[in-house]
């Protein structure tokens, strides 16, 4: 197993490891930018997710269109009159407002193949670079899959806790960091699980770099809460959560 500790000649203080962990996601999308390969892997789920939304309002448009045109008939109201476009034009906003609205959920369901290839394609573009990983057996690849199962579980219990918490009052400033950092726990994962670093150890990281792994999660939160611009969250969450993994013991100490 492959171990990412190395040493630190440089220590962030606390507030300037928040800043970081807070302005690394806006970075990870200027190295996409930059770099025409990650680039193409942070393009094609969202290409493809693009093409099936486009196919798929169409499609909810004409039908609810027939819908509408088939009930103004059956209640002797004429088709082409001005009340009748009114409902067409309120039916086509409701569509198109569906659409932004679960466009990032379908995106990132659409992406989750490609998060870890766009992952191990940022890992020699970071800075230090990530070690290469060694060939792996089947056998390896089916236990690091139970560890991603295992990791995808733990994560999921403890965000539903946190947001069964964040209603006790006081208490739910504590479950607000804890989502936070779940949210960071995440991204970090891809590299982290491709090199044997299992539940525990990726934990021990968020702890380790908290401040960092803070003001990431709270980065994104904010960056998934923005409609239609969300669909750029995912791609800077995966190779921000790498950078992440490879810049925190490395040429820069994060808190």
Known sequence: MLTLTRSSPLRLSRTESLRYGAVLPWQALK?????RVLLFWSAVPLLIT???Y????GSLKAAVKGMWLHAFLSWGWN??????DLVLLFSDLFVFLAGALTFSIAAGIVASPFNDLLAEKTEPRATPVLPPVPAQSFRTKVRLIWVDL??????????????????????NLVAFAVALLLMTFQ????????????????????????????????????????????????????????????RSEGEIGLR
């Open 31 to 35: 190295l996409i930018a930059r770099d």
């Open 150 to 171: 295992l990791k995808a579980l733990a994560t999921t219990s403890a965000t539903i806790l946190a947001l069964l918490l964040s209603w006790i009052p006081l208490v």
């Open 187 to 246: 991204y970090i994962s891809y590299p982290q699980t491709r090199r044997g670093i299992g539940l525990g150890a990726g934990l021990g990281f968020l702890w380790r770099h908290f401040y960092a792994c803070l003001g990431f999660g709270a980065a994104l939160s904010l960056f998934y809460a923005l409609p239609i611009v969300s669909v750029l969250a995912l791609p800077a969450a995966v190779v921000g959560g790498t950078l992440l993994v490879a």
């Open 50 to 52: 693009v093409g099936l």
């Open 54 to 57: 486009t196919w798929l309002l």
């Open 79 to 84: 088709p082409g009159g001005f009340v009748a």
